[in-house]
């Protein structure tokens, strides 16, 4: 009852303090709040177990090959094969290969990324269905019948959940021909690695995976492989008896792998690969939450102690009128657990809407944001620290002594002991130097954004729009495929509004996997000192591409409709690559041929092609353009049409329903899909740069702000403390400038240690992340700078209120009230 009874004066108490109130409780919801959001994302990508059954054992085996810049290469049949060969430490492997269908029969035709698995997939995997079966090893072979399972998210999502979708025959579209399967079952969830992928089918509904050239060609890779970890066997057990098996199989192939390539195989558990984008980046937030946490604690920290001397007077009243040590505690314990619960309430109501919001911040770092949620024991956590805290804000400060009892019976005042306001000021710096962190890291976020967002294409990318066009030959021979394609690009012509348009290949900047396809070639006339074979991306493009995406000429011609399938074969090349091939030269009418080992795949051939056109470097990779060595080739000649551009007077989207509309008049069955300006295209890649900058410049302003509400308590609580000095001080003759000025220095003073301590915290911080983690940023001098002037700013306007309150005090009025 009788801690009720405190419980109820504290609130009473607090309720005549309001704005100290609501600081404390804003700052602990802050400080709470974004740790358990944080913490719950953290736990849900990083440490939660996958649903896969046993995923300790779950591996996923890569190659490298350095010195063709590919960081993770794909595996060929043979290759499989030949690492497949008696290994003991991996029980069994499973292979996957990411190829997009268009399916007919689930609703509106469209194209769905599919995994083309073997027999051993899902066993290695280690998943269930939720609805009939999946894959086994009776699903390959020529004469299995094609079958499909789905994925749980698609199932539900497009399909809404039919549970009659089992046996239903799908139409498949792929680009080596059409094939169907029938629905076998669907997917328990799970994350969807290394893709988000939409359905899985066995081998014969991709003729391709079945043809000779997949089967026997080594240099044909396009499979990933999983492992699974024998019973009793170590994570680096496989890797040296994977590292035995791949290098006999280079030296056993030394055509195939040249030196200075570099091949190598790693392999590591399924749970750090799927992890790898998200790793770093999670992990820095977690650090900036902390030290937005260790902000608020020293905050109110100092709040609490700078109120409990000020009350120093009342309890001394209360001690002297009987008021033993424990109650004294009591009362102190009462007003923090008030202060400490209202800030753990607010932080829930805080965390909930900031998991949601990070959920889809993280999924642009992993497939595994849709498994985040606010975690309640992470909520329990914060509120049991938030009582932690209370104690601790109860029993650090000193009670009064006897003479301090007499003191406030006798109308003394305040006194501050140099303890108190040493603790005052030590809380204060902490808070700046952890603030200064934040904005260093903030600021090299903010550069970054920046120099991306000043880089601009060389077109209007706002009036270009890219859609997906798959292929459709399901009864059409190749010359009615190409008529077809041909009619498509002339009625979208001519629709009023509409300037130009052509096929291309691949989205810029958006679809990575062919973007990346680069190819060797020889070239006439020129050679590399080594020896060896040029390497260039390769770009299928219709006539009109260049003038539909503004990118003029610099000599010869354009593609145009003759350059098709039995006429002369011809390339246009990038500037970069004519400055290489041919330094100081004409590079018309030159020719190049087709080298790599893959065109055999692909079905292109090796005779020479005439060089027609030179074009800018046009990078359509990377945001920040590079020199790019790009050979174009014309669809209709072994090319391999896959996107629709179209180029608007105004705005594309509103010419969509029509474009749309004019296609679907020509065949019902034609997917029209991801249709965006190349311009959203060029912001959805920089949104990661953009929520990076915003999440971390929202921690630091939140911290700054923070920061200079403590600045300003430690010197408004010293002005207080000190009213008695400076009346005698002015008493004395001293000018109101230099009551301010020696505020204000204090200030800076505070500001000055606390960005002190923070360079060399975060001159040691840099040091260990660029140690750890090559990929990062490292702040330079500029965002020092940057943040330390920020931070000296803020200690001003900190400093400001309480300097102007210090430079009018009233001498007299001041030792009259003392």
Not at 319 to 326: E, P, R, V
Not at 478 to 490: A, K, L, N, S, Y
Not at 650 to 656: E, G, S, T
Not at 787 to 810: D, E, F, Y
């Amino acid at each position: 009852m009788n801690f009720l009874r405190d419980l109820k004066y504290a609130v009473r108490s607090l309720s005549r303090v309001p704005a100290l109130w609501i600081t404390v409780a804003l700052t602990l919801a802050l400080g709470i709040g974004a740790n358990a959001a944080i913490f719950s994302v953290v736990r849900a990508v990083l440490l939660k177990p996958l649903a896969n059954q046993d995923e300790s054992r779950l591996l996923y085996i890569r190659q490298s090959a350095q010195g063709l810049g590919e960081e993770n290469a794909n595996f060929s049949v043979p290759e499989i094969n030949d690492i497949n060969t008696g290994l003991k430490s991996i029980s069994e492997v499973g292979t996957f290969s990411q190829v997009d269908f268009t399916i007919i029969g689930l609703g509106t035709p469209r194209t769905v990324t599919a995994g083309v698995v073997d027999g051993n997939y899902f066993q290695v995997m280690g998943l269930r269905p939720v609805l009939g079966r999946l894959l086994g090893p009776g699903d390959d072979g020529r004469n299995a019948p094609g079958a499909i399972v789905l994925t749980y998210n698609f199932w539900r999502e497009s399909l809404h959940g039919d549970p009659n979708v089992l046996g239903k025959v799908v139409r498949i579209e792929v680009y080596n021909g059409p094939t169907s399967g029938v629905v076998v079952g669907v997917l328990e969830p799970s994350v969807p690695y290394p893709v988000a992928t939409q359905i899985f089918a066995n081998l014969v509904t991709s003729p391709h995976h079945l043809s000779a050239t997949m089967v026997t060609g080594r240099s044909h890779r396009m499979t990933e492989v999983f492992g699974r970890l024998a019973p009793g066997a170590t994570l680096e057990q496989a890797r040296s008896e994977l590292s035995t098996v791949y290098s006999a199989m280079t030296k056993a192939h030394t055509e195939e792998y040249h030196p200075t390539d570099h091949y190598q195989i790693s392999v590591r558990r399924m749970h750090d690969q799927i992890n790898a984008k998200a790793n770093t980046i999670l992990w820095i937030l977690f650090a900036a939450s902390a030290l937005l946490f260790v902000i608020a604690s020293s905050n109110v920290a100092n709040l609490v102690l700078a109120r409990t001397v000020r009350r120093e007077s009342e309890l001394s009243t209360r001690a002297a009128l009987g008021a033993t040590t424990g109650a004294l505690r009591r009362t102190l314990l009462a007003e923090s657990l008030v202060l400490c619960g209202t800030g753990a309430i607010a932080a829930v109501a805080l965390a909930i809407p900031m998991v949601k919001e990070l959920a889809r911040y993280a999924a642009r770092f992993t497939p595994r944001a849709s498994e985040i949620h606010l975690d309640i024991t992470l909520v329990l956590a914060g509120i049991a620290l938030a009582v932690l805290a209370a104690v601790f804000l109860a029993f650090v400060p000193r009670l009064p002594s006897p003479d301090a009892a007499q003191g406030g019976l006798a109308g003394r005042g305040t006194r501050v002991t140099g303890g108190s306001s040493r603790r005052l000021r030590i809380f204060a710096i902490t808070q700046i130097a952890a603030s200064f962190l934040l904005l260093v890291g903030a600021a090299v976020l903010m550069r970054t954004l920046f120099v991306l967002e000043q880089t601009r294409p060389p077109f209007d990318s706002s009036r270009v729009m890219a859609i997906d066009l798959p292929v459709m030959s399901y009864g059409r021979t190749p010359e009615q495929i190409t008529e077809f394609r041909r009619e498509v690009v002339q009625n979208v012509a001519a629709i009023p509004g509409v300037e130009h348009v052509a096929e291309g290949f691949a989205v810029p900047w958006r679809d990575e996997r062919n973007l990346g396809l680069g190819l060797q070639f020889a070239a006439s006339g020129a050679r590399r000192p080594d020896g060896q074979d040029y390497r260039a991306k390769f770009r299928p493009v219709g006539p009109g591409f260049f003038d539909t995406l503004g990118v003029p000429l610099l000599g010869g011609r354009d593609f145009n409709y003759g350059d098709k399938e039995g006429a002369e074969r011809v390339v246009i090349i990038s500037k970069s690559l004519a400055d290489l091939l041919y330094p100081g030269q004409n590079a018309l009418n030159r020719t190049i041929s087709w080298t790599d080992p893959v065109i055999k795949f692909i079905g292109m051939g090796s005779e020479p092609r005439r060089i027609v056109a030179v074009v800018p470097d046009f990078d359509d990779e990377n945001i920040i353009p590079a020199p790019v060595m790009t050979i174009y080739q014309p669809t209709e000649q072994e090319g391999f049409p896959g996107s629709l551009f179209v180029r608007a007077k105004q705005d594309p989207y509103a010419l969509l329903p029509v474009i749309t509309q004019t296609i679907r008049k020509m065949s019902n069955d034609q997917p029209v899909e991801k249709p965006t300006t190349l311009g959203d295209v060029r912001a959805e890649v920089l949104s990661p740069n953009k929520l990076n900058a915003i999440v971390f410049g929202g921690f630091a302003a939140v911290a700054l702000l923070i920061s200079v509400v403590g600045v300003a308590g430690v010197l408004a609580f010293s002005v207080s403390s000190r009213t008695r000095e400076f009346g005698i001080r002015m008493a004395l003759g001293a000018q109101p400038r230099t009551i301010l000025a020696g505020v204000l220095r204090d200030g800076l003073w505070m500001a000055g240690i606390g960005v002190a301590a923070g360079i060399a915290v975060g001159f040691v911080l840099a040091r260990v992340v660029a140690s750890k983690v090559a990929a990062i940023d490292q702040p330079g001098v500029l965002a020092f700078a940057g943040a330390a002037g920020v931070i000296l700013a803020a200690a001003v306007v900190a400093s400001a209120i309480p300097a102007m309150r210090a430079a009018r005090v009233n001498a007299a009025e001041a030792l009259r009230a003392e």
